[in-house]
C-alpha cells in the first residue's frame, strides 16, 4: 500500500477513532500484574467505571472482545435449556440470539423489520403470556449496531415491572456506553454487556460485564459449563486489586486515560455531543434526499446513522470509492442489508470539524461514485452545528417530529 498523508478517518461505529492521549497513556512498561503498583490500577479504574455505568454494584473485566462479555452474561447466570427471550432488532441481536441457542438454551426471537428497535408493549404482552414464568432472561441490544437504532431501556423495565415478571434483564451497551445515556442501576438492568472498542475509545480488545445482586445471586444455581467466564473468581480477586488471570494490562492504562477524559468532559456533555453531531449528521442524510433507516424519530441512534442507498446502487461500491479517494472508513450493512445500506459513525473521540470532514467525505463519495443525490448535506450540517437555521430546517425538524 502507498503511503497516504493525512489522517485515516475511521467513521465505521467502532473501532473508533482512539485518542492520541490514549494512544499515549499505553504506551508504556507492562507491569507485574500481582505487584503494589498494579492494585492502584485497577482501584481506580473500577471506581470511574462504576459511574460510566451509573451503577453500585460490582463491574467485572474480561481481556476479550464485546462478544466474550455477551457469552459470559448468559453462562454466569443460565442453566441448560433455560428461556431467553430476544428481540430481532438487527444483525447483533440476531447473532446474541443465535449465540444463547449454541450454547443450549431455549431462545426465542421475536422477529423485527430492522428499522425499529424494541417495542415495549410487544415484551410486556409477551411475558404477560408466560404465565408459568418460564423465560428467564430478557436481553436487549440498546443499540443497535446494524441499523442506528436504539431502543428505548427505561420503558422496557416499565414492560417489565408491568408485566410483574421476574425474568433477569440483560442489556448489550457495546456501541451506546458512553456516548448515549446508559443507567444501570435505575433502570434495573441485571447484567449490562459492554466493550472497549466504541464509546470507551480504546482499542479492541476488552469488554465488561455490569453484575446486579439478582444476576449474582441468580449464578448460584446457574448450570452453563464456565471457567474464563466465571465472575465470582473474578469479583473476588477484584476486590483485592486484582485478577485471577493475566488482564489485558496496556489496554488497561489506556481505560484509565479514556475514564479520566470522560470525567473531564463531564458524561452529560458527552452525552450532548453525541445528540448534537447525530442531528447534524441526519440533517445531511435527509438534505442529499437519502433515507435513514432507523424509522422512529424516538429511536434515532446518536452514535451512529444507517442510510438508504437509492435502489439500484450498491453501499459497498461507494464504500470503496470513499476508501480510494478520500481515505476513509464507513460502516459496511450487515446481514440483510448488506450493499443496501452504510453506516456513518459519529461516536468517541470526535467533533464538528471531524463531523463535517466525515460528511465532507460522504458527499464527495457520492458524486464520485455517481449516486443520485442531492448536493447540500454537508452545507445543512454546517448550518445546524454553527446555530443558523437555515432554509427548509424547519420543515425537516417537523418532518422528524412526526417520525
Ligand atoms: C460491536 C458490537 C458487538 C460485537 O462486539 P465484538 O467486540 O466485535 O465482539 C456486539 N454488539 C453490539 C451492539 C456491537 O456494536
Same mark, same amino acid.
Given at each position: 500500500?502507498a503511503?497516504?498523508s493525512?489522517?485515516?478517518f475511521l467513521?465505521i461505529p467502532? +473501532? ?13 512498561p507492562?507491569?507485574d ?5 498494579f ?5 481506580e479504574i473500577?471506581e470511574?467505571?462504576?459511574r ?6 460490582d463491574?467485572?473485566i474480561f481481556?476479550a472482545s $464485546?462478544?466474550?462479555a ?5 453462562v454466569?447466570?443460565l442453566?441448560?435449556g433455560?428461556?431467553?427471550? @430476544?428481540?430481532?432488532t438487527?444483525?447483533?441481536a440476531a447473532?446474541?440470539?443465535?449465540m444463547?441457542?449454541e ?9 423485527g ?5 424494541v417495542? +415495549?408493549?410487544? =415484551? /410486556? ?10 423465560i428467564?432472561?430478557?436481553g436487549?441490544?440498546h443499540?443497535?449496531?446494524?441499523t ?8 422496557l ?5 408491568g408485566?410483574?415478571?421476574p425474568?433477569?434483564f @440483560? ?9 448515549i445515556?446508559y443507567r ?6 441485571d ?8 464509546? =470507551?475509545?480504546?482499542p479492541?480488545g476488552?469488554?465488561?460485564n ?8 441468580a ?10 467466564w ?7 480477586s477484584?476486590?483485592?486489586g486484582?485478577?485471577?488471570y493475566?488482564?489485558?494490562?496496556? =489496554? ?5 486515560e479514556?475514564?479520566r477524559?470522560?470525567e ?8 450532548a455531543?453525541h445528540t448534537r453531531?447525530?442531528?447534524?449528521t441526519?440533517?445531511a ?5 437519502? /433515507? ?12 451512529l446513522?444507517?442510510v438508504? @442507498?437509492? +435502489?439500484?446502487?450498491?453501499a459497498?461500491?461507494l464504500?470503496a ?10 460502516? @459496511?450493512?450487515l446481514?440483510?442489508?448488506?450493499g443496501?445500506?452504510?453506516r456513518?459513525g459519529h461516536?468517541?473521540?470526535?467533533? /464538528?470539524l471531524?463531523?463535517a ?5 460522504v /458527499?464527495?463519495? =457520492?458524486a464520485a461514485?455517481g449516486?443520485p443525490?442531492?448536493?447540500? $448535506?454537508?452545507?445543512?450540517a ?6 443558523v ?13 412526526r $417520525?
Amino acid at each position: 500500500m502507498a503511503f497516504r498523508s493525512g489522517r485515516h478517518f475511521l467513521q465505521i461505529p467502532g +473501532p473508533t477513532n482512539v485518542p492520541d492521549r490514549v494512544l499515549r497513556a499505553m504506551d508504556f512498561p507492562t507491569i507485574d500484574h500481582r505487584g503494589p503498583e498494579f492494585a492502584r490500577l485497577t482501584q481506580e479504574i473500577f471506581e470511574r467505571l462504576k459511574r460510566v455505568f451509573k451503577t453500585a454494584s460490582d463491574v467485572v473485566i474480561f481481556p476479550a472482545s $464485546g462478544t466474550g462479555a455477551w457469552e459470559a452474561a448468559l453462562v454466569n447466570t443460565l442453566s441448560p435449556g433455560d428461556k431467553v427471550l @430476544m428481540f430481532e432488532t438487527g444483525q447483533f441481536a440476531a447473532q446474541w440470539y443465535r449465540m444463547a441457542l449454541e450454547l443450549g438454551l431455549s431462545a426465542e426471537l421475536v422477529p423485527g423489520d430492522w428499522r425499529h428497535g424494541v417495542d +415495549p408493549a410487544a =415484551l /410486556e404482552a409477551r411475558l404477560r403470556d408466560d404465565k408459568r414464568q418460564e423465560i428467564k432472561a430478557v436481553g436487549v441490544v440498546h443499540n443497535e449496531t446494524a441499523t442506528g437504532v436504539t431502543s428505548r431501556i427505561a420503558e422496557l423495565r416499565r414492560a417489565i415491572d408491568g408485566a410483574g415478571h421476574p425474568a433477569l434483564f @440483560m442489556v448489550d451497551t457495546i456501541s451506546s456506553l458512553a456516548s448515549i445515556d446508559y443507567r444501570h442501576d435505575e433502570w434495573g438492568v441485571d447484567v449490562t454487556v459492554a466493550g472497549s472498542q466504541k464509546g =470507551l475509545m480504546l482499542p479492541p480488545g476488552i469488554s465488561f460485564n455490569a453484575v446486579s445482586a439478582k444476576a449474582r445471586a441468580a449464578g448460584k444455581t446457574a448450570r452453563l459449563p464456565k471457567a474464563y467466564w466465571r465472575w465470582e473468581e473474578m469479583i473476588k480477586s477484584n476486590q483485592t486489586g486484582y485478577f485471577p488471570y493475566t488482564p489485558a494490562t496496556n =489496554l488497561l492504562y489506556g481505560l484509565r486515560e479514556a475514564l479520566r477524559m470522560l470525567e473531564e468532559e463531564g458524561l452529560d456533555n458527552v452525552y450532548a455531543r453525541h445528540t448534537r453531531l447525530a442531528e447534524a449528521t441526519r440533517r445531511a442524510v435527509r438534505a442529499w434526499g437519502l /433515507e435513514i433507516l432507523c424509522l422512529d424519530a424516538r429511536e434515532y441512534s446518536n452514535t451512529l446513522t444507517a442510510v438508504l @442507498m437509492p +435502489p439500484g446502487h450498491d453501499a459497498d461500491k461507494l464504500r470503496a470509492t470513499v476508501l480510494e479517494r478520500f481515505n476513509m472508513s464507513l460502516g @459496511m450493512g450487515l446481514g440483510k442489508v448488506q450493499g443496501r445500506v452504510f453506516r456513518i459513525g459519529h461516536l468517541g473521540d470526535f467533533n /464538528e470539524l471531524m463531523l463535517a470532514g466525515t460528511l465532507a467525505g460522504v /458527499e464527495m463519495g =457520492l458524486a464520485a461514485a455517481g449516486v443520485p443525490h442531492q448536493r447540500g $448535506g454537508v452545507m445543512a450540517a454546517l448550518d445546524y452545528l454553527a446555530g443558523v437555521e437555515a432554509p427548509g430546517a424547519a420543515r425537516h425538524a417537523a418532518q422528524r417530529g412526526r $417520525g
